[in-house]
């Protein structure tokens, strides 16, 4: 039997849930882009709790399934760089990921 569920990620098996297909093929399409243009940066919008991580989640795992080993998949939070308030981001950025 299907529950509401109103926070974390989303079980469609358990859960009620309203399919995305398009929203994620849209998210895929920007992703993939045309291979001879490497594909594009855009930036996912909105408020907490609104499906963000999950579009992105969605889209890695087709791209995977889809492409195979064509594209190398990794995956950056920030999170830790923007709310810690001891350091310089910079710095901590580039401790993360040295240039």
Not at 45 to 74: H, N, P, V
Request: glycine residues 8%; contains cysteine.
């Amino acid at each position: 039997m299907r529950t509401f569920h109103s926070y974390g990620p989303v079980n469609s098996k358990k859960h009620y849930s309203v399919p995305r297909t398009q929203l994620v093929s849209n998210c895929v399409r920007s992703l993939i882009g045309d291979l001879d243009d490497f594909g594009q940066y855009f930036t996912i919008w909105g408020a907490r709790q609104t499906g963000k991580t999950w579009l992105f989640r969605q889209s890695m795992e087709i791209i995977k399934q889809q492409y195979g080993d064509q594209f190398c998949i990794g995956e950056i939070s920030m999170q830790d760089i923007v709310f810690n308030t001891n350091d310089d981001p910079t710095n901590i950025f580039l401790m993360i990921f040295p240039p």
